[in-house]
């Protein structure tokens, strides 16, 4: 049972574009969202979270919105950059169900010059 | 260190043996977490500690599986038996605070990639 989906395995974008990355969820009891990027052969670094309270958290080029309703969740990266490129993984988590992450299948991001 | 440390990084082991994966969180964090990360897929919660104490283990696969942090520092995850399933990258992860969306901002290590042949 995949709580946490990202259902598009790949995005191509050129640069300067934007790159919008999708998650969907199903556990209604998750709170808090974040988005972490990976580069090959190495750990997840962190790069954005949103809290349940919140429809919108903006870092720099990077923005998340949260659709409650819906379940859903986005990452925008505004302009695209070929250091972009990494596999993006979207995270769940729940404020009283503990301190584990669930994370969905990542996204792989290629930009292109 | 600068960051979490892991250790073997890679790891060949023949079905049957024990391994042991050793992971150093950067220091002062309270919380660590070690993740199993298959092929393809995302992370996958295995364990947590908060200091030396281990309050969630929901998430080892079977009683081969077995974590300490008997300081509250250094932890090791220990595998028994491996089956050639058990393949993946183990990853370990600490943080400075222990709860809530805070916690969820994870410094990860690079991860031990373990292969059972």
Redesign the interface.
């Given at each position: 049972d995949q709580q946490v989906k990202q259902n598009s395995p790949s995005l191509s974008v050129q640069e300067g574009r934007i790159s919008i990355l999708n998650c969907d969820y199903t556990n209604s009891m998750f709170d808090y969202f974040l988005w972490y990027k990976k580069y090959p052969a190495e750990g997840p670094t962190f790069l954005i979270s949103i809290s349940s309270i919140k429809d919108k958290n903006e870092d720099g080029r990077f923005t998340v919105f949260l659709n409650k309703s819906a379940k859903h969740l986005s990452l925008h990266i505004v302009p695209s950059q070929p250091g972009d490129s990494a596999v993006y993984f979207c995270a769940a988590g729940s404020t009283g169900g503990g301190n584990k992450l669930t994370f969905g299948t990542g996204t792989q991001l290629k930009v292109e010059l | 260190g600068a960051g979490?440390s892991q250790s073997p990084r890679y790891k060949v082991a023949k079905r049957g043996q024990d391994v042991a994966l050793r992971c150093d969180p950067i220091s002062g964090h309270v919380?660590l977490?070690w993740?199993q990360q298959a092929l393809?897929?995302?992370?996958?919660?295995l364990t947590?500690f908060?200091n030396e104490a281990q309050?969630?283990k929901?998430?080892l696969p079977s009683d081969r599986f077995f974590a300490e942090r008997p300081e509250g520092s250094v932890s090791t995850l220990k595998i028994q038996r491996t089956q050639q399933e058990d393949s993946a990258v183990y990853?370990c992860?600490s943080s400075f605070h222990?709860?809530?969306?805070n916690?969820?901002?994870?410094?990860?290590?690079?991860?031990s990639r373990l292969t059972v042949l």
């Open positions: - | 979490v919380s977490f993740y393809g897929q995302g992370p996958e919660f947590y908060q309050l969630d929901s998430g990853l992860a222990s709860g809530g969306l916690t969820g901002e994870l410094f990860f290590g690079e991860g």
